[in-house]
């Protein structure tokens, strides 16, 4: 299993030093050095086997969170062409099913990522959402994410949240 993660994970990382220097063959003997490194950080950071990337997961989540964004994005730019800012913004605490880890890690920068949301902090089971309407459905919207990000990730949610 170790073999086919340091396979995989070296390929990957080939491929994006070509991407980054535009496939020119006088980089790459920095190049294998970076990539070098960035493998042995990869295994250390997150050791093979402790997720199940999924392909299948990732195509379904790169749809939810370009869906999300776009869907975002427009209500975001609504709210700032009204006349009358009809806004109600504030921080609301979310209880989290994800397990610590990558996938947490994750979750959060996908909220932080989605217009109208910030995450302003994250203690044990619990995060901070800073929202432009607080009257929204926000966890039922966090809920999805963990899930999708479950599913891609091969991880198993808690009960209760």
């Known amino acids: 299993m170790i ?18 220097t535009e496939g020119r063959v006088d980089s790459w003997g920095l190049g294998v050095a970076s ?8 295994l250390i950071l997150l050791p093979p086997g402790s997720i199940r990337f999924s392909l299948a997961g990732l195509a379904v989540f790169l749809v939810y969170f370009i869906n999300q ?8 730019a609504l709210l ?3 006349p009358r800012l009809n806004i109600h913004p504030g921080i609301e605490p979310v209880s989290l099913r994800m397990p610590v880890g990558v996938g947490r890690v994750i979750l959060v920068n ?4 989605l217009p ?9 089971n619990h995060l901070y959402l800073h929202t ?4 929204g459905s926000i966890e039922e919207e966090v809920r999805v994410a963990e899930l999708r990000i479950a599913k891609m990730l091969g ?3 808690d009960d209760e949240p």
């Open 3 to 20: 073999l086919r993660a340091i396979l995989w994970r070296g390929v990957l990382l080939a491929a994006l030093w070509c991407l980054l």
């Open 35 to 42: 990539a070098v490194l960035a493998l042995a950080a990869s």
């Open 69 to 76: 964004s776009l869907r975002a994005g427009v209500r975001v």
């Open 80 to 82: 700032a062409l009204r």
């Open 110 to 113: 996908t909220l932080n990522l």
């Open 116 to 124: 109208g949301t910030l995450v302003v902090d994250l203690a044990a």
């Open 132 to 135: 432009l309407d607080i009257g």
């Open 155 to 157: 991880l198993d949610l």
